[in-house]
């Protein structure tokens, strides 16, 4: 077995997933990245070992549980022990209720909660007999409510939270430390320059910026087990809640 410490990002998109790798990354950790496609990791991890680090992009479906087991088989046996599990998958669809089919609403909550308990249980697997980790959840403003065309969304968010919360409840004893993020506003992507433009022109920082999300998300990993967080909101500042 390998002996590095490996940060492992389920869902390392190009904006928050791919912030998180790179943030662990500079602290030393092997980032593994793990999305669908291999391919699309391929510019992340470029951009991680180009700045002094290590990473490993896997190509992965988070809802297959043969899959799931493989992926963590592999990472332990080859980059090394899994000390941080980011879940990072989103499922952010809009459909009316009228117009939500069966096969959308299965599918978002297969990518939010069925893959994060898939994934978060090899993690807990391999992190309780060492009696360390840190393990964080990428919830949503969907996690507390739900609004309007987002029944399916709000559906997996909701669900994600709740085995958040009964693995922290369940793993804290055994120095497991498990925490869940409320990203409660729009990310600054491409995708909502292009078309939110009005939340883009609204101000300066008016959008929760990728690498600001990363930094909570290392400082909660880095809390001291006498003041663990359990839950977190990050919101720009301009964000009615």
Known sequence: MASDKVCV????????????????AREGYVAAVTRRGADKLTPLVAAIEAAGGRARGFGSDA???????????????????????????GGNVRFDIRDTTARVYRKVWEMCAFAGFLTAR????????RGRGSMIFTGATASLRGGRGFSAFAGGKHALRAL??????????QNIHVAHSVIDGPIDTAFIR????????????CLLDPDAIAEAYWQIHRQPRTAWSFEFDLRPWSEKW
Request: hydrophobic share 45%; charged share 30%.
């Open 9 to 24: 990002v389920i869902g390392a998109g190009d904006a928050t997933g791919g912030a998180i790798a790179r943030r662990f």
């Open 63 to 89: 809802r297959d549980e043969d899959q799931v087991k493989a992926l963590f088989d592999t990472i332990e046996a080859e980059l090394g022990e899994i000390e941080v599990f980011v879940f990072n998958i």
């Open 122 to 129: 090899e993690a807990a697997t391999r992190m309780v007999p």
């Open 164 to 173: 958040a919360q009964s693995m922290a409840r369940e793993l804290g004893p």
């Open 194 to 205: 292009d078309n939110f433009p009005d939340r883009a022109a609204a101000g300066p920082d």
